[in-house]
């Protein structure tokens, strides 16, 4: 079975700064997908971030991008010149290839991340 | 474009009473899925519709049941609630096609059962 580990509870970070999330898995498959999603306090989960594992370039979208590394089974999120809303707890996630169960999100415990003014 | 919505957002429930929480989504997605929340961890599958007309059990199904009502509407019923089943319950839908099946998330319901 696949599991997802976030080896952070809680991280915090200045306005401005960057600050990166370790994500690493454990799966036997070669391709698949993986996820950040963020929780803020309203509870709304929102997707952040996604990347495929048969594409080697790492993702990006504007402030948020990801350190994928396939061999080491390690995706970790980058947050660059943190903004007060960035503050939420979240969510590393991993799903195989394909329909039916495959569609199943597997997800880490989740990081708190806290943006300090 | 409402996505996915939960009703109701909140609710508290006594020991052995039953109740349904009512999900639907207006982004035409075949896939459907209904998650927990518990403190501390990160979500988890109960239930989930691959497309209309058919449910699978996830990996904690147990004290539910689920209904498909039709492709826009997905249904988590409790028989008889128990206070282990207090959580945050999620409804995300997907195309359910396609490599990229990205799933988005309605805004959750907080159960309390007493």
């Known amino acids: 079975a696949q599991t997802v580990t976030q080896s952070q509870p809680e991280m915090s970070v200045q306005e401005a700064e960057t600050v990166t999330l370790s994500c690493t898995y454990d799966t036997s498959e070669s391709d698949y997908y993986l996820f950040w999603y963020k929780q803020p306090p309203s509870r709304q989960m929102i997707l952040v971030i996604r990347?495929?594992?048969?594409?080697?370039q790492n993702a990006t979208e504007n402030r948020f991008s990801v350190n994928f590394q396939k061999a080491a089974k390690s995706f970790s999120l980058k947050i660059s010149d943190s903004q007060l809303g960035d503050a939420a707890m979240y969510f590393c996630?991993?799903?195989?290839?394909?329909?039916?169960?495959?569609?199943?999100?597997?997800f880490g415990k989740g990081t708190l991340l806290t943006v300090n003014p | 474009n409402a996505g996915v919505t939960q009703t109701p957002k909140f609710q508290v429930l006594k020991t052995g009473q039953s109740m349904t929480l009512q999900c639907a989504q207006d982004m035409n997605h075949n896939s459907m899925y209904w998650y927990r929340q518990d403190p501390g961890m990160g979500l988890r599958l109960i239930y989930y519709s691959a497309s209309e007309g058919t449910t699978d059990k996830g990996e904690v199904p147990n004290g539910y049941n689920v209904s498909r009502l039709n492709k826009r509407e997905f249904s988590l019923r409790l028989e008889s609630a128990a206070p282990s089943q207090t959580s945050v319950y999620f409804c995300?839908?997907?195309?359910?096609?396609?490599?990229?099946?990205?799933?988005?998330f309605g805004p959750g319901t907080r159960l309390t059962v007493l």
């Open positions: 996630a991993y799903r195989r290839l394909g329909g039916g169960s495959n569609y199943k999100l597997t």
């Open positions: 990347q495929e594992a048969y594409k080697q």
């Open positions: 995300a839908s997907s195309e359910g096609t396609g490599h990229t099946d990205t799933q988005y």
